[in-house]
């Protein structure tokens, strides 16, 4: 049977969103042709080389991550930090501001998950220190993706249709916006936070999140927050979903389903906090040898340690750990990010076999505990190396039992 890692490299081969988007988009805009074309997030540059094979007069403009930038013809090209914004996350979005309202043709929008960070237009009052910090205790405290973009929202010039809000009127109607989700159930307000898709989420509900999860933040930003004038909201623009997890779910699939596996997916993605989500799992799945149980989404770790890691590494490491305690063997667990990275680290995820985790679950348990997953698993060639990958489309996560008789069965 093929491996784990066989599995993420076949993902990022087959999720070639330069290939989606030559594939699918006259699906998506019929006989539209656009002369310029914006390219937002983490795909940024893979979508504008699939606009500008299919729209060879086009040009414009491609905000994407660190490292996953490349030059395209008649493009111009930004690079920003993500997940937290910085410098060039404000000049990228004044880039942005400038482009869009100097449009008068038709324009094809490209957004791609990562935008929320890429671009960074602080209300006024807000500094760019202020949503560094925000994002950053927000990002450690187990606040679900859409509680953080709601904050993230309500602080921004920019998201929530903050776009939309500067194109020409008159060329509302030469405008399509095509995206590649990254977001469980596909909400067009939330996948990078919205750019081109308001209205403002209400201000009082931002506040609350932030105190219900002990978020530190001065009156002046609380007065900025208050002050915050969202009355403008107009039309949004037309909208597609070029792509999503479900299709990396499908892929892994055929996939294992093509290695001999019995494969089951989960209904629904799963998301939310990593030990409910590790719980949900595995009352789910039931303990066959020569299986497979897969589920796509994203979930959040409230971080307690100063280790290194991301969110899928610490999964695999977490579902590991809970099946052992089960009492079962023969088995691999594993989770992918679909970007090809996981945290602020070079790894796409995490995979854990039960022969060596067995042996070194105490160890295992020391790196749960202190988020220190990347270290763990290194000792162990744990770790899901694909590089970028040019698109984001949440993660893929599974269990696979191996085809012998399971050990130690004790339901």
């Known amino acids: ?51 500008k094979s299919l729209f060879p007069n086009c040009s ?38 400038d482009f869009v309202k100097n449009v008068d043709e038709p324009l094809l929008v490209l957004i791609s998950g990562g935008g929320s960070a890429l671009l960074c237009a602080p209300i006024e009052g807000i500094t760019l220190q202020d949503k560094i910090e925000i994002t950053t205790s927000l990002l450690r405290s187990g606040a679900t993706i859409d509680e953080i973009n709601v904050v993230r ?62 978020i530190n933040f001065s009156p002046s930003i609380e007065k900025a927050l208050k002050n915050k004038n969202n009355s403008d909201f107009c039309e949004n623009p037309n909208h597609f979903i070029l792509s999503d997890v479900n299709q990396a779910v499908g892929l892994a699939r055929n996939f294992l389903d093509a290695s001999g596996y019995e494969v089951f997916t989960y209904p629904n993605s799963l998301n939310g906090l990593l030990q409910n989500n590790v719980r949900t799992m595995l009352d789910w ?33 977490e579902a590991a750990i809970a099946l052992v305690e089960k009492g079962f063997s023969d088995f691999e667990a594993f989770s992918y990010a679909t970007d090809g990275n ?39 060639n744990g770790h899901l190396m694909t590089g970028p990958t040019g698109t984001n489309i949440n993660d893929v996560r599974g269990i696979l039992f191996r085809p012998q008789t399971i050990q130690n069965h004790m339901l």
């Open 1 to 51: 049977m093929k491996s784990v890692p066989e599995l993420a490299l076949h993902l990022k081969s087959t999720l070639n969103v330069k290939q989606l988007l030559e594939s699918g988009l006259k699906d998506c805009v019929g006989d539209f042709v656009p002369s310029k074309v914006l390219s937002i997030g983490k795909a940024g540059c893979d979508l504008a080389l699939g606009a």
């Open 60 to 97: 414009g403009l491609i905000v994407t991550k660190y490292g996953h930038g490349f030059p395209i013809n008649d493009f111009d090209l930004i690079e920003a930090n993500h997940p937290v914004p910085d410098e060039n996350s404000i000049i990228a979005a004044k880039a942005t501001f």
């Open 153 to 214: 929202k309500s602080l921004s010039q920019i998201k929530a249709g903050g776009l939309t809000k500067k194109l020409n009127s008159l060329v509302l109607n030469q405008v399509r916006v095509v995206v590649i989700s990254d977001v469980v159930g596909n909400d067009l307000s939330t996948i990078s936070s919205g750019p081109f898709f308001g209205p403002s989420p209400c201000i009082s509900k931002t506040i609350d999140i932030l105190k219900n999860y002990g």
């Open 285 to 317: 799945l039931d303990y066959k040898p020569g299986t497979a149980w897969i589920s796509g989404g994203e979930c959040t770790v409230e971080v307690s340690g100063d280790g290194l890691g991301g969110r899928n590494q610490q999964w695999a490491i």
């Open 342 to 380: 996981d945290g602020p680290t070079d790894s796409a995820g995490g995979w854990v076999c039960s022969n060596w985790l067995v042996e070194n679950i105490d160890q295992a348990r020391d790196a749960v505990e202190s988020n220190n997953a990347y270290p763990f698993l290194k000792k162990f």
